[in-house]
C-alpha cells in the first residue's frame, strides 16, 4: 500500500489513536538523544577551534571546514548510541510487536551510519546555508524553518535505503525460508535498489516539518535562555 492507502487503513481498523502509535519511546528519549547530538557537537567544535582546527577548509565544498565534519560526526555517533534503542521500541510498536529489553540494540549497525550520514550532512548544510547568506538565513523563523527542514530532508534522502534497512532488521523482518538475511538479500525481497526508497514521500513530510519546527523553537529557546542570564 501506499501512503494514501496506510492512512485508510490505519483510521478505519485504529481510529486517530493509530496514528500515533509508538509514539510514547521517541516521546521519552528524543529529547535526550538531539540534546546530546547538539552538546557533542558543540564541545567538540569548541575545542577544534580553540585548538586552531577550524581554520582548515575542504577544498572544492565552498569554505566548509573540516573541523564542522568532525565534530558531527561525533555528535551524530553520540546520538546513535541513544538513538538505537529509542528506535527499536518505536518500530516495534508502530508494527504492532512487542519490544524486548534485551534486543534494543538490534540493528545498530545500520543505525550508526544511518544517523552518522544523515546528521553530518545536516550539520554540513546548515553551515554552508549559514555562510552563503552571511548568517541571514538563519536569522528569522521562517527561513530557519525553510533552511533546516530543507536541509534535513535532502540529508535524509542520501542516507533513506540505510533507514529502510534499519527498519527492516529493527522490526523483525523476515524472509521466508532464510532465518538470517542479508542484506542483499533484503534488498532483493524489496525488489531491487528502488524498493529501499519505500515509504520515501511520509518520511520526506515528517522529517521537512519536525526538524524545521525543532530549529525555530530551539533558535527561541535560546534566546530566551541569553535573556534570563542562564546562556
Not at 80 to 86: D, K, L, T
Not at 114 to 121: D, F, N, P, S
Not at 209 to 222: C, D, E, I, K
Request: net charge positive; with cysteine; glycine share 12%.
Amino acid at each position: 500500500m501506499g501512503m494514501l492507502g496506510v492512512c485508510r487503513k490505519v483510521w478505519a481498523t485504529e481510529g486517530i489513536r493509530g496514528f500515533f502509535r509508538g509514539v510514547v519511546p521517541p516521546l521519552m528519549g528524543s529529547s535526550v538523544y538531539r540534546s546530546a547530538q547538539f552538546a557533542v557537537f558543540e564541545a567538540v567544535y569548541t575545542r577544534e577551534k580553540e585548538l586552531g582546527w577550524d581554520e582548515f577548509r575542504l577544498p572544492g565544498t565552498g569554505g566548509l571546514a573540516a573541523a564542522t565534519v568532525f565534530a558531527g560526526v561525533c555528535g551524530s555517533s553520540a546520538r546513535a548510541v541513544i538513538e538505537s534503542p529509542i528506535e527499536y521500541a518505536k518500530v516495534k510498536r508502530q508494527t504492532g510487536q512487542t519490544w524486548h529489553l534485551n534486543e534494543v540494540y538490534q540493528g545498530f549497525f545500520m543505525q550508526l551510519p544511518r544517523t552518522v550520514g544523515m546528521m553530518t550532512l545536516i550539520f554540513c548544510g546548515v553551515d554552508s546555508v549559514r555562510r552563503w547568506s552571511d548568517g541571514e538565513a538563519l536569522k528569522r523563523p521562517h527561513w530557519q524553518f525553510l533552511s533546516w527542514g530543507g536541509v534535513s530532508m535532502l540529508s535524509f534522502w542520501a542516507i533513506w535505503p540505510l533507514e529502510t534497512l534499519k527498519n527492516q532488521v529493527q522490526a523483525g523482518t523476515v524472509i521466508e525460508g532464510i532465518a538470517a538475511p542479508t542484506i542483499r538479500q533484503r534488498v532483493a525481497h524489496l525488489g531491487g535498489p528502488l524498493g529501499l526508497y519505500r515509504g520515501i514521500l511520509p518520511g520526506s513530510v515528517s522529517v521537512f516539518l519536525r526538524n524545521g519546527t525543532a530549529a525555530v523553537v530551539m533558535s527561541f529557546a535560546q534566546r530566551k535562555l541569553t535573556e534570563l542570564g542562564l546562556r
